[in-house]
């Protein structure tokens, strides 16, 4: 079988390590942040190009052709750390979610800002895992 790869390019750029298994389609930041007006305000991301592995594609999931979709959410702290990441949409297969999560928790995050200073902010991604 073969990985096809889907979703918004600049994404697909940030997360590019992740891709061949999961392709990330959206991330949007749900925290103050986001809410901020003015052009002093920046959301939650991921480091452009810091993720440096792929998850691995679960053997069982692989074999068995286990496919979906997983949004994962995100809490970057004001100094760049994740403090949380939840599961907020699962593909269906405890497994894919976790796989996921684990690619992601490789990856280097940047804090949203808000009138130029940092601050905590939510910021979530899907990622789709698709066989051919």
């Known amino acids: 079988m073969t990985r096809r790869l889907s979703g918004l390019p600049l994404l697909f750029a940030m997360l590019a390590p992740l891709a061949a298994c999961a392709s990330p389609s959206t991330a949007q930041s749900d925290g103050a942040a986001a809410q901020a007006a003015g052009p002093a305000a920046s959301k939650a991301s991921i480091v452009f190009g810091s993720c ?6 679960p053997e069982a999931a692989k074999r068995e052709g286990r496919q ?9 702290d ?6 949380d990441a939840q599961v907020k949409g699962s593909s269906g297969h405890p497994d894919l979610d976790e796989a996921a999560r684990a690619g992601l928790a490789k990856c280097k995050f940047k804090a949203a800002t808000q009138n130029g200073d940092p601050v905590r902010d939510w910021a979530q991604v899907t990622y789709r895992w698709t066989l051919d």
């Open 52 to 57: 440096p592995q792929k998850p691995v594609w």
């Open 68 to 76: 979906g979709a997983v949004v994962l959410a995100f809490q970057v």
């Open 78 to 83: 004001a100094d760049n750390t994740v403090l």
